[in-house]
Structures are given as structure tokens and as C-alpha cells.
């Protein structure tokens, strides 16, 4: 199992501009998140999925889609990126029947 | 709303024990958690705990629970450089997971 992946790992945009962040996990969870981690603010929940076709907001949504079509993939999408969006993005799942959600490598977004 | 707060650093000498500590604020959390970050990584769980347990050990980890103060407690023992990381502090009652700030705990010789 390759676990969950993420894509890009780094990625550095012009303010304005629209990108996907990729998610993809191989372990048929149902519940895939997605966090932000800025400096000495932990991480923030951005938006959530308990399974294909149902999306939610998390924390700190406003900026951010999401859509969930395959019980695999979860991709994040920036509308308008904005300087406030530079930070480090997880992406992260979690079989329902268990404690313990599995993480990404991460995403280093920078935004000029 | 939840909200769960760590000190951000810590430092200590290798071989002796660190604490990590942790307060949260929900009082309906099911279940705490410890996570560790190394550099450039993503979280690794560590350890969980219910929230009707008091401790939980687990080889060198030990969590302590306080549900009356809220508050929760990672003791790592013979601490190694290889400890060396940001230790996440988070609570769920559902399937969301609030997280602390994380503590860097830096191991020196």
C-alpha cells in the first residue's frame, strides 16, 4: 500500500492564481481532512469528507473546495490564492472503525 | 469552541525523561492523542488513550491522563536524539481532531 500520497510537494504561486492540491489513499477510508500547518498554530482543519459525495467545512474553510466523487481521492482546490494561503497542507484519512488517522508527506505552498 | 494548548519547546538532555504536556478544553473528548512530527514529514501517531483510562504505557511512553483538569501528559523515558520533533497533543469525541500547537522537544548530548 502506498498509503496516502500528496501532490505537488512544493509549489509556488502568484496571487490570483487557481490550483488543485492532490490527495489519494489506497486503504479504502472512508474519512479523508485536510490541514494546514502554519508556525506555532498547530494544525487546522480545513475541510472533511466522511465518505464519497459528503463534504464539510473544518476550521478555517473560507479560500478552499473540496469534492469528494471516489472514495479514494480528496483534491483541495485554492479559487484565488492569496499571500495568507502560504503554509504547509495535509492531507490525512481515517478508517472509521479505528483511532488513528494516517498523513500525507505534505504540501509546501508558497504564495507571492 | 475546543481548544487544546501545548508549551512550544522543550529541551533535554539525552538519556534523562521528558514530559510533554497538554490541556484541552472539550470535556465530551472520546479518545487523546500524541502524534510526532519529524522534519519535513507528516504525523505519525504515537500513542492514544480512551478517555476512561488514567495511564497508558506503551515501551519507553508513558500517557498520563487528568480528565478532571483537562489535562494530558506524554512522558518519554531515556529520551534519544532520534526523539528529537514536534509532538502534536489532540482530542476527538467525533471523527474531527482538534489539535494542539505542538512542542518541539530538542535532545542534546
Known amino acids: 500500500n502506498a498509503g496516502v500520497t500528496q501532490t505537488p510537494k512544493f509549489q509556488v504561486l502568484k496571487t490570483g492564481q487557481s490550483m488543485t492540491l492532490q490527495c489519494a489513499q489506497d486503504?479504502?477510508?472512508?474519512?479523508m481532512s485536510w490541514y494546514r500547518q502554519d508556525p506555532g498554530m498547530g494544525l487546522r482543519l480545513i475541510h472533511y469528507?466522511?465518505?464519497?459525495?459528503?463534504?464539510d467545512q473544518g476550521e478555517v474553510p473560507n479560500g478552499y473546495n473540496v469534492s469528494r466523487s471516489t472514495t479514494e481521492d480528496f483534491p483541495l482546490r485554492l479559487l484565488s490564492a492569496a499571500p495568507s494561503q502560504t503554509s504547509v497542507y495535509f492531507c490525512?484519512?481515517?478508517?472509521?472503525?479505528?483511532?488513528?488517522?494516517?498523513f500525507g508527506p505534505g504540501t509546501r505552498l508558497t504564495v507571492l | 469552541g475546543e481548544d487544546v494548548e501545548q508549551s512550544l519547546f522543550l529541551s533535554v538532555r539525552e538519556g534523562d525523561s521528558s514530559v510533554i504536556n497538554c490541556t484541552y478544553t472539550?470535556?465530551?473528548?472520546?479518545?487523546l492523542y500524541w502524534y510526532k512530527q519529524e522534519p519535513g514529514a507528516g504525523l505519525q501517531l504515537l500513542t492514544y488513550?480512551?478517555?476512561?483510562?488514567d495511564m497508558k504505557q506503551d515501551q519507553r511512553l508513558t500517557v498520563l491522563l487528568n480528565k478532571k483538569d483537562k489535562h494530558l501528559s506524554l512522558r518519554i523515558a531515556d529520551t534519544q536524539t532520534g526523539d528529537s520533533a514536534i509532538y502534536f497533543c489532540?482530542?476527538?469525541?467525533?471523527?474531527?481532531?482538534?489539535f494542539g500547537t505542538g512542542t518541539r522537544l530538542q535532545v542534546f548530548p
Open positions: 469528507s466522511v465518505g464519497a459525495g459528503i463534504t
Open positions: 489532540a482530542e476527538s469525541n467525533t471523527d474531527k481532531l482538534i
Open positions: 486503504m479504502n477510508h472512508e474519512y
Open positions: 490525512a484519512s481515517q478508517d472509521r472503525g479505528l483511532n488513528e488517522q494516517f
Open positions: 488513550i480512551f478517555s476512561n483510562m
Open positions: 472539550d470535556s465530551s473528548s472520546t479518545y
